[in-house]
C-alpha cells in the first residue's frame, strides 16, 4: 500500500556532500516517525537520523555535526543531507516510514522499507 523510494546515492570523495531523499506514496494518511538506517558489507543496519512527526530529531553520535535529516510533510518526502562524507560513510542507505493508511486506524502504524541507494566515499 506504501512505497518508498530513495534517491540521490552516488561515488564521491571525502570531505565532499550528497544530499539522499526517500518519497512515499500509497495509501497515507499520516506519516508519524521516520528515519535513515545504513549497512555496510559485513556489518549489521545500523540507524543514521530519525525524525518524528513532530519535529523531535535523533542522531548517531558517527554522524553528529555532519548530516542534517529533514522532512516535507506536504511532498511526504524525507531527506538526509551529508556533509564532511568519510569513508566509512560508505553503505547502503535505507529509509524507514511509521505509516498510519487512515483515520479509522490513526492508532495502530505500520512500518515501510524503500529499498535503499549506495552511498560510496572513496578517493
Known amino acids: 500500500q506504501v512505497q518508498l523510494v530513495e534517491s540521490g546515492g552516488g561515488l564521491v570523495q571525502p570531505g565532499e556532500s550528497l544530499r539522499l531523499s526517500c518519497a512515499a506514496s500509497?495509501?497515507?494518511?499520516?506519516?508519524?516517525?521516520m528515519g535513515w538506517y545504513r549497512q555496510a558489507p559485513g556489518k549489521d543496519r545500523e540507524l543514521v537520523a530519525s525524525?518524528?512527526?513532530?519535529?523531535?530529531?535523533n542522531y548517531a553520535d558517527s554522524v553528529k555535526g555532519r548530516f542534517t535529516i529533514s522532512r516535507d510533510n506536504v511532498k511526504n518526502t524525507l531527506y538526509l543531507q551529508m556533509n564532511s562524507l568519510k569513508p566509512e560513510d560508505t553503505a547502503v542507505y535505507y529509509c524507514?516510514?511509521?505509516?498510519?493508511?487512515?483515520?479509522?486506524?490513526?492508532?495502530?502504524?505500520?512500518?515501510?522499507w524503500g529499498q535503499g541507494t549506495q552511498v560510496t566515499v572513496s578517493s
Open positions: 524507514n516510514a511509521k505509516v498510519n493508511s487512515d483515520y479509522a486506524s490513526r492508532f495502530d502504524e505500520y512500518g515501510y
Open positions: 500509497g495509501r497515507i494518511f499520516r506519516i508519524n516517525a
Open positions: 525524525i518524528t512527526g513532530g519535529g523531535r530529531i
